[in-house]
Each structure stands twice: as structure tokens, then as C-alpha cells.
């Protein structure tokens, strides 16, 4: 993993040591994944983590460094960005995400909206404008994390909660989600269990919006 932290500056002013950190803390600490399409590896195995981000200049560093979703879908269909909450494993195996699902936006194949809607995505988590400030909890603590997927039938980007089944919390997030990436109205939503994508047995989804 590269570390393109910067150190923190210390300097010594009356015998007294001050310590200066040159860049802007997120809220959390992050991490971004990558699949990398090979039919010879598992899809865990396939799962790569790129970097850990606590601070934006980090974000932005990483964020200008990376092929753009629309690049990716040029030459590397099947392949999928993941950015998720530091400590929490990008599948619906890890127990943050075991009992919690996903909204999913269906983007179609066209290409010229996708980098918009990840990059405000991305930074609507790092900036935690999922919750807002009449909130008897913060709507940030049930996201663990958000994806995009190239994919050749219609790329897609998620949205991965703790939650599903608090109807309330679930689609206010989502609500919050469309607003976030100022879809229109007739772009639907849906909201599935990560159970259910795994096991693929629904048919409808659980919640729309
Ligand atoms: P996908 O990438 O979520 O969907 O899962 P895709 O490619 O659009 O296809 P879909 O038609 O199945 O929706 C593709 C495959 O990757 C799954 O069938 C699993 O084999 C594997 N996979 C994906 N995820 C997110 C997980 C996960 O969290 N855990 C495990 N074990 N496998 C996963």
C-alpha cells in the first residue's frame, strides 16, 4: 500500500514542542479497493486494496491518480471501484454489511454522467452530507461504503448500508442519495438485502425510491 501521508511539522518554541499537521482530517478514514478482472482468481482474491485516505488532500491525490469510472469502462469491463470505511471489507460477508443492503443506481452504458454521480458519491461520504443537522442520529453511521461496476449490460453505482430493515432510515437515505447526485424524479432507485443479491432468489426489490 503506498503512503502518501505528509508528516506532521513539529517545532520547538520556548522549549515547548508544537506539532502542525499540514493537511485537512476527514471525518473518517477510508479505503478504496479495486477488482481486478481475472477469470483465473476468486472474486475475493480478485479484491485489491489500493489506499487508505484520512485526509482530503489524500482524497484528492488518489481521486486525480485513478482512471476515471469512464476510463475504466474503455478497456476494463467487469472491474469495480470500492470505497469504504476504513476496518469495514467491501462484502456482504463482513458484519457491517451482513445484516444491510445496498441502494443501486442502474447508469445504463453511457459514460458522460457516470465520473459525475461516483465523484458526488464520494464526496458527499467524505463530507457526511448524509446526515443532516435535525438528525436524532446521524444517517452517516448506517453507510459503509459505495461502489461503481463497469459493466457492458449498464453500469452501476451502489450504495452499501448496515441497515435494511428500519424502512425510515433505509429510504431516507436513498432519498438523501438522489437529492445528493440531483437525479430527476423518474430515475428510480431500488434497495435490495445483501442477502438476497447473494443469494439471488428476489425478485422485486425490497424498497424504491
Ligand atoms: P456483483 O459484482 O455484485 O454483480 O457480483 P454483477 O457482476 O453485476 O453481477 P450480478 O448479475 O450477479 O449482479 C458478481 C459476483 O461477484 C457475485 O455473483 C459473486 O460471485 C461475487 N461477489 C460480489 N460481491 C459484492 C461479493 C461479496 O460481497 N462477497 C462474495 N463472496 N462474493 C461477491
Request: include cysteine; proline fraction near 4%; aromatic fraction near 12%.
Amino acid at each position: 500500500m503506498v503512503d502518501t501521508s505528509l508528516q506532521p511539522l513539529s517545532t520547538i518554541t520556548n522549549g515547548t514542542v508544537e506539532t502542525f499537521n499540514p493537511k485537512s482530517p476527514l471525518e473518517n478514514t477510508w479505503a478504496f479497493w479495486y477488482i481486478k478482472p481475472d477469470k483465473r482468481l476468486t472474486w475475493e482474491q480478485s479484491l485489491i486494496n489500493l489506499i487508505d485516505i484520512s485526509f482530503v488532500e489524500d482524497f484528492w491525490a488518489t481521486y486525480n491518480h485513478l482512471a476515471s469510472p469512464s476510463r475504466l469502462s474503455q478497456s476494463k469491463t467487469n472491474s469495480d471501484y470500492y470505497f469504504f470505511k476504513k476496518g469495514i471489507r467491501p462484502m456482504w460477508e463482513d458484519k457491517a454489511n451482513a445484516n444491510g443492503g445496498r441502494w443501486l443506481l442502474t447508469c445504463g452504458n453511457q459514460d458522460n454522467k457516470l465520473d459525475e454521480l461516483w465523484l458526488e458519491t464520494l464526496l458527499a461520504m467524505i463530507g457526511d452530507c448524509f446526515s443532516h443537522d435535525t438528525d436524532a442520529q446521524p444517517l452517516s453511521r448506517y453507510i459503509t461504503g459505495c461502489v461503481v461496476a463497469i459493466r457492458t449490460r449498464g453500469h452501476k453505482i451502489a450504495l452499501w448500508l448496515s441497515e435494511a430493515h428500519d424502512k425510515h432510515i433505509v429510504c431516507e437515505i436513498g432519498r438523501r442519495w438522489k437529492s445528493i447526485m440531483n437525479l430527476p424524479a423518474n430515475v428510480r432507485i431500488q434497495f435490495d438485502m445483501h442477502n438476497e443479491s447473494s443469494g439471488g432468489g428476489q425478485q422485486r426489490p425490497m424498497y424504491e425510491e
